[in-house]
């Protein structure tokens, strides 16, 4: 695995504030969503506090699985559709949420199943953007995002080292 240029680490406290962020940048719209859909797995963390936030009580997920290294992504791979009710009107008033959007090749095979959807993901990427609606946080397509659910605390190295005598 290539590593990022850059790393861009979120720790819990700010996943919860950039996703509510992101739920008030939904609220502004003030529409109606039939539903939820989150884009498994990441998409359930911010999920979870966006449809509390907007009342949202109609949830569902597709569920995509792939493989990913820093540079590449393996073939994706829907795993469960969401419930053909929600595909009626082409998605429209459904509210699909995810962590973020890298490639955008994610939201791509999500948004043809609902091109009317609102596509929704608390940070994005610069390739990823054209693909959704409204994000909260860009960086740039070198960064690499470190959730606070892939990450555990650990010891640091001082930034200036030999201070022990
Ligand atoms: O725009 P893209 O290049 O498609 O990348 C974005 C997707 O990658 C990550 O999911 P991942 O496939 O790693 O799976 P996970 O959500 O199960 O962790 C992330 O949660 C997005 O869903
Ligand atoms: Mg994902």
């Known amino acids: 695995m290539s590593l990022p240029d850059k790393a861009f680490p979120v720790s819990w406290d700010q996943f919860h504030r950039d996703a509510r962020a992101l739920a008030w940048r939904v609220a502004g719209m003030q529409r109606e969503w039939r539903a939820m859909v989150a884009i498994t797995r990441g998409g359930l963390v911010p999920a979870a506090i966006i449809c509390r936030e907007l009342g949202i009580r109609m949830i569902e997920t597709v569920c995509i699985a792939s493989y990913h290294d820093y540079e590449e992504q393996g073939e994706l791979k829907?795993?469960?559709?969401?419930?053909?009710?929600?595909?009626?009107?082409?998605?429209?008033?459904?509210?699909?949420?995810?962590?973020?959007?890298?490639?955008?090749?994610?939201?791509?095979v999500v948004r043809a199943m609902m091109p009317k959807a609102h596509f929704a993901t608390v940070y994005a990427k610069p390739k990823g953007r054209p693909l959704i609606d409204t994000f909260v946080t860009e960086v740039s397509q070198d960064t690499w995002i470190y959730f606070p659910w892939d990450m555990g605390l650990t010891y640091q190295e001082p930034i200036t080292k030999g201070h022990r005598g």
């Open 78 to 108: 829907v795993l469960k559709d969401v419930d053909p009710r929600l595909l009626e009107n082409e998605g429209d008033g459904i509210l699909v949420i995810d962590d973020l959007t890298d490639t955008g090749k994610t939201a791509a």
